[in-house]
T-cell receptor
Framework: ETGVTQTPRHLVMGMTNKKSLKCEQH?????MYWYKQSAKKPLELMFV???????ENNSVPSRFSPECPNSSHLFLHLHTLQPEDSALYLC?????????????FGPGTRLLVL | KQEVTQIPAALSVPEGENLVLNCSFT??????LQWFRQDPGKGLTSLLL?????REQTSGRLNASLDKSSGRSTLYIAASQPGDSATYLC??????????FGKGTKLTVNP
């Protein structure tokens, strides 16, 4: 499989559930990202991992917990979410190399919190 | 704080028409600017990346320009086709790995 893959593609969960989103990149990149895309709002960066180390946490609530066990895998652990957390969650990866970096995106996980 | 604005929010054109999408950003200290395409419910596909030292990039029927001093970029699509229908997103990268996105322009090309 090539590119950036995400599972599951769709997820419905209650506010008391715990679930995890998974992202895998097959591009040999050294940086991975989580983004949130809500209706009528710009794409928002949530977390950045550079060589497995978290380099950015964009003021994300603690009910979202990222994990990056290696440079190819990224998880987003979810617990006690709110209905306003319903959105498309996109994972991306890139090879950091100055100003020519391009981010490659996965297809996203459509999350609905009831 | 960098802010990116895209105008118009939505655009509907007949097939074959040439069109321009606009992007503006508030902080001209950028490393690069990218245009992405997003189909409904899908991830983003990178179309063009313009480095801060460049003025334009071309790929097929797409041409993107960058005027860093005025904080503007345009995406020109020639001879539009129904398959070009999608949301087009502009994003700028500053001094970190962080991309700042606009809200996008939803393009509909009618047969």
């Amino acid at each position: 499989e090539t590119g950036v893959t995400q599972t599951p593609r769709h997820l419905v969960m209650g506010m008391t559930n715990k679930k995890s989103l998974k992202c895998e990149q097959h591009l040999g990149h050294n940086a991975m990202y989580w983004y949130k895309q809500s209706a009528k709002k710009p794409l928002e960066l949530m977390f950045v991992y550079n060589f497995k180390e978290q380099t950015e946490n964009n003021s994300v609530p603690s009910r979202f917990s990222p994990e990056c066990p290696n440079s190819s895998h990224l998880f987003l652990h979810l617990h006690t979410l709110q209905p306003e957390d319903s959105a498309l969650y996109l994972c991306a990866s890139s090879q950091l190399r100055g100003d020519q970096e391009t981010q490659y995106f996965g297809p996203g996980t459509r999350l609905l919190v009831l | 704080k960098q802010e990116v604005t895209q105008i118009p929010a939505a655009l509907s054109v007949p097939e074959g028409e040439n069109l321009v999408l606009n992007c503006s950003f508030t902080d001209s200290a950028i490393y690069n600017l990218q245009w992405f395409r997003q189909d409904p419910g899908k991830g983003l596909t990178s179309l063009l990346l313009i480095q801060s030292s460049q003025r334009e990039q071309t790929s097929g029927r797409l041409n993107a320009s960058l005027d860093k001093s005025s904080g503007r970029s345009t995406l020109y699509i020639a001879a539009s086709q129904p398959g070009d229908s999608a949301t087009y997103l502009c994003a700028v990268r500053g001094g970190s790995e962080k991309l700042v996105f606009g809200k996008g322009t939803k393009l509909t090309v009618n047969p």
